[in-house]
Nanobody, 111 residues
């Protein structure tokens, strides 16, 4: 299983970004998928997760109401729509399935 995250970049506070994570293999639709992030000097933290069907999601309090996770099982891809970004959202964002991690995509939010 390989995970390829993309969509990060440098944006201003208040802007939006959508991250994508493409997952190889034929197990994608069988498992929940999550997004995590790690800011400089901090531990990796949970951001959001979505069930295998997409019918159930979980979101960290710190991003609730601003971030939305979704998935397209036909494309083996999970998305993270991020709105109203703040400098506190600056981090490397990782997607995760089973015991596998993507390489991360950097999100930098300037004030």
């Amino acid at each position: 299983v390989q995970l390829q995250a993309s969509g990060g970049g440098l944006v201003r506070a208040g802007d939006s970004l959508t991250l994508s994570c493409a997952v190889s293999g034929d197990t994608f639709s069988s498992y929940s998928v999550g997004w995590f992030r790690q800011a400089p000097g901090k531990e990796r933290e949970f951001v959001s997760a979505i069930s295998r069907s997409g019918g159930s999601t979980d979101v960290a309090d710190s991003v609730k109401g601003r971030f939305t996770i979704s998935r397209d099982n036909a494309k083996n891809t999970v998305y993270l729509q991020m709105n109203s970004l703040t400098p506190e959202d600056t981090a490397v964002y990782y997607c995760h399935i089973l015991s596998y991690w993507g390489q991360g995509t950097q999100v930098t939010v300037s004030s």
